[in-house]
């Protein structure tokens, strides 16, 4: 897997409440809280025929 590139989410908040997604990897889709770069990181299949859940 290529490294994860993670950018914030738009369903972040002023509140910092912040998740961070990565989605340049083909197939998965990761998702980590930006307060903890280090802690799990999820990571979610692509549905096919589909670009990118909307995250």
């Known amino acids: 897997m290529p490294d994860l590139l ?3 989410s ?3 908040d002023v509140s910092g409440e912040c998740a961070e997604v990565a989605r340049n ?5 990761a998702v ?3 307060r903890t770069p280090d802690g799990p ?3 979610l299949t692509r549905p ?3 670009s ?4």
Do not use: A, L
């Open 32 to 34: 980590r809280d930006f």
């Open 10 to 12: 738009g369903y972040s």
């Open 6 to 8: 993670f950018e914030e």
């Open 25 to 29: 990897n083909p197939t998965t889709v």
């Open 48 to 50: 096919t025929g589909r």
């Open 41 to 43: 990181t999820p990571r």
């Open 52 to 55: 990118s859940p909307r995250v």
